[in-house]
């Protein structure tokens, strides 16, 4: 249940001081959403709080952006939803200018190449385990493992869009488990 109505600029400082020093992605920012906007300020219910981050959870994109924007709409509609989502990601673009513009006035240093070359490899060993983590769960078969080896050639080899990709597969799915 809502408490009671923040005024714009306590909602947008509150949201921005939580962009700012939450590190670790949307989850780490959950705890801290939480203890301003339940405990400190009292704006929202515990309840409603919970029902808001499983909602948050549920939709697509960042889960703390989507929580910024169901705790403003819920605290005073969409003038301060828009609020909630600035005040959270000005932040996080503010220090991505600032790193791009860095890397683009450096870019051409010797050091600079070689710490991307490093970087870029272990994004990619990092993708490669997300694969196999998540490969070695859902492949409980050899006919799952032949189905996800067609999606990726398929994938590979044409220029289908991943989302019509995922929802045939979807429907595939839904098909051999019946």
Known sequence: MLKKRPSSLTLFWTFL????FTWGGGYAMLP???????????????E?????????QSLPGAVAINTASLVGFALGGVQMQCLAVLATVLPSFGSIVAAATLFLRFREFYLVQAFFRGALAVVAS???LAVWQIGKK??????????????????FYTRIHPLF????GGGLGVLLQR
């Open 17 to 20: 001081k939580i962009g700012a």
């Open 32 to 46: 801290l959403i939480r203890r301003e906007i339940v405990e400190k300020h009292g704006l929202l219910s515990e």
């Open 48 to 56: 409603i709080f919970l029902e808001t981050v499983a909602l948050a």
């Open 126 to 128: 990092l993708v490669a």
């Open 138 to 155: 859902t492949a409980e078969n050899a006919r799952d493992i032949l189905i996800a080896m067609c999606f990726f050639l398929l994938l």
């Open 165 to 168: 990709v995922i929802l045939f």
